[in-house]
Each structure stands twice: as C-alpha cells, then as structure tokens.
C-alpha cells in the first residue's frame, strides 16, 4: 500500500479521541500478526470523564527498545501509549515520539510519567517543598522527547498518601499544565497506599485518571474495589498496570497462565484498559487475541485457580510497607523490591537499576546483620532478594538493556 493511500486508510480507520472511538485493527507489520482486514474491531471501554473510547489493552512502552514495535502496536489497533521520563533516562520516550510520527495526532494517545523532584518514597511525602515551575518544566521536557505539542495524560507516579495527592504546589501545577495546553488531562499512578491515593485524587476534581497496580496477587481486593468505585463515580477512568503480578512465579521462569489472570483483572468492568508492558509482537498478538474473548474457558478458570493458590510467594511485592519498620538499617525494601520484579520478571534492567538508585542502599546492604529481624507479610526471603538484587548496582550502565 502505498504511503498516501496508508495514511488515508489511517484517516479513516481511527477516530478521534474525544469522539466515540475505537482504533480498530488495521495495518500490521511484522510476520507474526494476520493481515489487517482479518482483525475484528478491538473490544473497548470508556475512559472515565476523558470520553476515550480505549480498546481494553494499551501499551506500557518501558520495554520497547525501537520505534518499529511501537508502530506495529498501533498499526494493530492499540490506542493508548504510556511512558516515563524515568524510562531509559528520557530515550523512551524518544521512541515512543519517533514511532508515532506523521500519524494522525487525534488517532493516538500518549501520556508520560512525571515524577517531583524531592520525593521520598520510603514515606511517599516530600523531602523538600514542592516546586510547581520545575514540576511543570520537567513535563514540557517530555513534550520535547516525544516531539509533540502536548500529550494526553501527564501522570503523577508513586502517589500514595493523602497529603502527596491533595498538595496545593502539586494540583496548581497539575491545572497550569492543563490550562496551558501542554496535556489534555492528568491522572495520578500508584502502587501503594492505593486506595487513600483513589480517594484524594476523587476528591481533588483535578485528576482524571489514576493507574493503579491490580492484580490476581492483590490482598486486599474488596477494600481496593471500593476505592476504584469511589474515583470511578467522580468521574475517574481507570487502568490496570502490574496486571501479570510480575510475570513469573518466581526466578526459575515459569509463571501462570497470562490469559487467565488478565481476564480476571477485565472482569473488574471499572478498570478500563490494562496497561501492558509488552516486550514482543507475539506477546502484543497474544493480548489482542485475549481481549476479544474475556470469557474464561474451562482450563482458564482451573490455572487462576491454581495462580491464586500457588504457595510460591512469586515476584509481586505488595507494596504495604509493613517491612519499613522492621529493618533497622531503614533500607527501602519495597522499591528494592521493586527492582527485583523488573529484573527478573519484566526482564527490564534498566529499570530495575533505576528504581534500585531511587533506594539509595549501600553496596551490601545486609552484611551488617547477624540475622534478618523482618518478616514480610508476602513471605519474601527479603534479605535473599536484597543480597541479590544488590549485585546490579555495580554494573556499569552501559550493560543496561533499555
Ligand atoms: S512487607 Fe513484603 S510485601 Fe510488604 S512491602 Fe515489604 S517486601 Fe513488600
Ligand atoms: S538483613 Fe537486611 S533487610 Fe533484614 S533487617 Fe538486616 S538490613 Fe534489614
């Protein structure tokens, strides 16, 4: 097909975000994907107050290393593409800008997180006070990255506590970005204290998404739902990232069945697109194939099953931080937690060692003790896990695979 009729094809096919719109399957490169005219529409669901029509899988682009993967998500129907000015130090988001190049600007949706300055995720509070122009200075960095004019969602990442969420500095430099048109909207990320982040950000008005971590590992599911109803009342979409619970089971590689377990977070008719961090065109494949039909087959429900009551503790860190207090040495052992899924379950280095700075540990952080006194509530060997996750810091960057 020849560029212009592409384009026009593009045109045709994709309406706009703010409209009733599904991007619906249609060119394909790469091998492994059918021709475009064999995909049905992707199944969708409406984003909360935005009024995007999202098919129910989106892209967490951390694991994209080339723009080319990028493409082929969008020429297979994927709408939605989040990044982070922490992903690769900026470069992916690089890539994410290159691979939607040219394309229509209303056929896509790219939201980016923008982590503060000063931020202490030990407490989940500032360290410092709160600086809206350089928070909003950071932001139009990503803007530069990605080579557009203005995203669709500038993200809040690792909010959490009340305070955080609700600060004056952070919602007027959350509405001056609105106001200035540098994004349409802007929504928070969480992976603890969730439920107290869902409902401040309902409450705040400002926010108008949040993407939480929400999982089949997840403890405490009801209170979880209820949290996610209150923000989904106020008008709140939201989307579901750590859905596979850190892909494996644990280090040996094996893990559970990935359809079962994601159906089971779309059963949840709140959560309006799971946010995938997706590392291959089969794995993108695989996940278009499963939206189409979320009813679980028999086999379906015996492997959830099984996940759900699988002893092994796996590589999803429930982020309670019931472990802080415990450690004398005050290490941060749920972001080096953290670090330990991306690493062997995301496979992402880069953002394992990332997030392993962020905790700022010495070189061997449990030498010092005789023995371990925490006892995580997730069964984690946590000295185990640190001692070895630990070893990344002396690896020089230009290792990194991202
Ligand atoms: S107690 Fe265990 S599950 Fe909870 S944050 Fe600490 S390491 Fe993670
Ligand atoms: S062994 Fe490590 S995690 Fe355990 S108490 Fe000591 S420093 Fe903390």
Same mark, same amino acid.
């Given at each position: 097909m020849k560029n212009n009729n592409r384009r026009e094809f593009l045109k045709k096919s994709i309406i706009g975000i703010s409209g009733a719109a599904l991007a619906p399957g249609t060119l394909i490169a790469g091998p492994a994907l059918p021709p475009f005219n064999a995909l049905p529409q992707l199944p969708v669901r409406t984003l909360g107050r935005t009024g995007i029509k999202t098919p129910l899988i989106s892209f967490g682009t951390s694991g994209a290393l080339d723009t080319g993967f990028i493409r082929s998500a969008y020429e297979a129907g994927v709408k939605m593409f989040f990044s982070a000015t922490y992903y690769g130090e900026g470069n992916n988001e690089k890539i994410v800008g290159e691979g939607l190049k040219a394309l229509p600007r209303d056929s896509f949706v790219v939201g980016t997180a923008v982590p503060p300055d000063g931020f202490d995720n030990r407490t989940g509070t500032f360290s410092k006070p709160f600086n809206p122009e350089a928070y909003i200075k950071k932001a139009e960095g990503s803007l530069s990255r990605f080579g557009l004019d203005y995203v669709d969602f500038v993200l809040f990442p690792y909010a959490g506590k009340r305070s955080t969420v609700l600060d004056d500095g952070v919602l007027k430099a959350m509405a001056q970005l609105k106001k200035e048109g540098k994004t349409r909207y802007v929504g928070i990320a969480s992976h603890s204290d969730t439920e107290e982040a869902l409902k401040a950000a309902a409450e705040s008005g400002i926010y108008d998404v949040a993407m939480i971590s929400y999982n089949y590992k997840i403890k405490n599911t009801e209170v979880l739902n209820s949290a996610i109803s209150v923000a989904v009342k106020a008008g709140m979409g939201i989307l579901g990232m750590k859905t596979t619970a850190g892909v494996y089971r644990d280090r040996s590689g094996s893990q559970p069945n990935s359809d079962a377990v994601l159906k089971w977070v779309l059963?949840?008719?709140?959560?309006? #697109?799971i946010v995938s961090g997706m590392t291959s065109l089969e794995q993108l494949q695989k996940n278009l194939a499963m939206i189409r039909n979320l009813k679980m087959t028999d086999q379906e429900l015996k492997d959830l099953n099984l996940a759900m009551t699988d002893p092994e503790t796996g590589l999803y860190c429930q982020q309670c931080g019931d472990c802080l207090s415990q450690c004398p040495h005050n290490l941060d052992i749920p972001t080096i937690m953290r670090s330990y899924m991306y690493a062997y379950g995301y496979k992402n280095s880069t953002q394992a060692y990332h997030n392993l700075a962020n905790a700022?540990?010495?070189?061997?952080?449990?030498?010092?003790?005789? #023995?371990?006194?925490v006892n995580c509530s997730s069964g984690f060997d946590v000295r185990k896990k640190i001692t070895d996750i630990a070893r990344l810091q002396a690896v020089p960057k230009e290792f990194l695979t991202a």
């Amino acid at each position: 097909m020849k560029n212009n009729n592409r384009r026009e094809f593009l045109k045709k096919s994709i309406i706009g975000i703010s409209g009733a719109a599904l991007a619906p399957g249609t060119l394909i490169a790469g091998p492994a994907l059918p021709p475009f005219n064999a995909l049905p529409q992707l199944p969708v669901r409406t984003l909360g107050r935005t009024g995007i029509k999202t098919p129910l899988i989106s892209f967490g682009t951390s694991g994209a290393l080339d723009t080319g993967f990028i493409r082929s998500a969008y020429e297979a129907g994927v709408k939605m593409f989040f990044s982070a000015t922490y992903y690769g130090e900026g470069n992916n988001e690089k890539i994410v800008g290159e691979g939607l190049k040219a394309l229509p600007r209303d056929s896509f949706v790219v939201g980016t997180a923008v982590p503060p300055d000063g931020f202490d995720n030990r407490t989940g509070t500032f360290s410092k006070p709160f600086n809206p122009e350089a928070y909003i200075k950071k932001a139009e960095g990503s803007l530069s990255r990605f080579g557009l004019d203005y995203v669709d969602f500038v993200l809040f990442p690792y909010a959490g506590k009340r305070s955080t969420v609700l600060d004056d500095g952070v919602l007027k430099a959350m509405a001056q970005l609105k106001k200035e048109g540098k994004t349409r909207y802007v929504g928070i990320a969480s992976h603890s204290d969730t439920e107290e982040a869902l409902k401040a950000a309902a409450e705040s008005g400002i926010y108008d998404v949040a993407m939480i971590s929400y999982n089949y590992k997840i403890k405490n599911t009801e209170v979880l739902n209820s949290a996610i109803s209150v923000a989904v009342k106020a008008g709140m979409g939201i989307l579901g990232m750590k859905t596979t619970a850190g892909v494996y089971r644990d280090r040996s590689g094996s893990q559970p069945n990935s359809d079962a377990v994601l159906k089971w977070v779309l059963q949840n008719q709140n959560i309006a #697109s799971i946010v995938s961090g997706m590392t291959s065109l089969e794995q993108l494949q695989k996940n278009l194939a499963m939206i189409r039909n979320l009813k679980m087959t028999d086999q379906e429900l015996k492997d959830l099953n099984l996940a759900m009551t699988d002893p092994e503790t796996g590589l999803y860190c429930q982020q309670c931080g019931d472990c802080l207090s415990q450690c004398p040495h005050n290490l941060d052992i749920p972001t080096i937690m953290r670090s330990y899924m991306y690493a062997y379950g995301y496979k992402n280095s880069t953002q394992a060692y990332h997030n392993l700075a962020n905790a700022r540990i010495p070189e061997r952080p449990c030498d010092n003790c005789g #023995s371990c006194n925490v006892n995580c509530s997730s069964g984690f060997d946590v000295r185990k896990k640190i001692t070895d996750i630990a070893r990344l810091q002396a690896v020089p960057k230009e290792f990194l695979t991202a």
